[in-house]
């Protein structure tokens, strides 16, 4: 058996022992945090080259002529409406036409369904009809780039398309901004085990621990009575091992929330629970 020198933990292989030797490296988070960060940087690069590679070639809407952008790059046609018209045309021109006769019964039916129509039914049917082709009592008209004139969608809040959005000071001002995090185990030098976090505010608070030194775990689950009288187990966030307090990181209350650190803190009085909002974590040092 291959045991660890540090905490005694044996393994029934070399590679096992080796893969838990970096458990007690406290180099070993930022190495990690820096192949993830390398990785993604390389395959931003290499998204980045093939959209660059596209647009120099793009390939074109068949009905209208437009080049599509590169999340249709498959795409035959840049909207629904290109295809219909596309098809339309195609179906007349294969001898697919509606003849004089089958017109004139469809007209006649539209009109007795309209002469039999109350002036309410009337009204609704204008109304869907107008909400479909306009928004806002305005038509949305197609809207372009303003660089490379590709046709962007008219839910876009900006007058680029995503590359030249990306480049424009509006959007690395954004991207700057924005920050995401990802659900991860963190390790605690004190305990010499991984942690998961569940949200950026435990990070947050996490990194404030580390910068000042203190001791903490994580707490084991505590036990809480609804109403009805249902028992029910409660998984707080820290535990301070020094000031043996319990510390509970919320970002948001929920409907049922407040109802039920109120019960966990009344039926628990010999443990000293401390809920932390949002605004204070982001205020620490």
């Not at 082709?133 to 008219?154: W, Y």
């Not at 775990?217 to 000031?243: C, E, M, R, T, V």
Request: proline share 2%; net charge positive; charged share 30%.
């Amino acid at each position: 058996m291959n045991k660890c020198k540090i905490c005694d933990k044996e393994f029934k292989s070399v590679y096992g022992l080796s893969a838990h030797s970096q458990v007690h490296n406290t180099n070993y988070k930022e190495t990690r945090e820096k192949q993830q960060l390398a990785s993604k940087l390389y395959m931003a690069e290499i998204k980045k080259n093939n959209i660059l590679k596209y647009m120099s070639e793009p390939n074109c809407c068949k009905q209208c002529n437009d080049s599509l952008s590169y999340n249709k790059r498959y795409n035959k046609f840049c909207s629904h409406h290109c295809s219909a018209t596309y098809t339309n045309k195609k179906r007349i021109d294969n001898g697919y036409r509606l003849t004089v006769e089958t017109k004139s019964t469809i007209s006649k039916a539209l009109l007795k369904y309209r002469l039999s129509e109350t002036d309410e039914q009337s009204n609704n049917r204008l109304v869907k009809a107008k909400n479909t082709r306009l928004k806002n009592g305005t038509e949305k008209p197609n809207r372009h780039c303003k660089i490379c004139n590709i046709k962007i969608g008219k839910h876009n809040k900006y007058d680029y398309c995503k590359i030249h959005y990306l480049q424009s000071v509006e959007g690395q001002k954004n991207m700057a901004n924005y920050q995401k995090f990802n659900k991860q185990y963190v390790y605690n030098e004190w305990t010499g085990e991984q942690v998961y976090l569940l949200s950026g505010l435990e990070y947050t608070y996490y990194k404030y621990l580390v910068r000042h030194s203190i001791r903490w775990s994580k707490p084991k689950s505590i036990i809480w009575i609804d109403a009805n009288g249902k028992q029910h187990q409660y998984f707080p966030d820290f535990y301070l091992n020094d000031s043996n307090e319990i510390i509970e990181i919320k970002g948001h209350w929920r409907n049922a929330d407040r109802d039920k650190m109120n019960k966990v803190i009344q039926q628990n009085p010999d443990k000293t629970i401390v809920i932390i909002e949002s605004k204070e974590v982001k205020s620490l040092d």
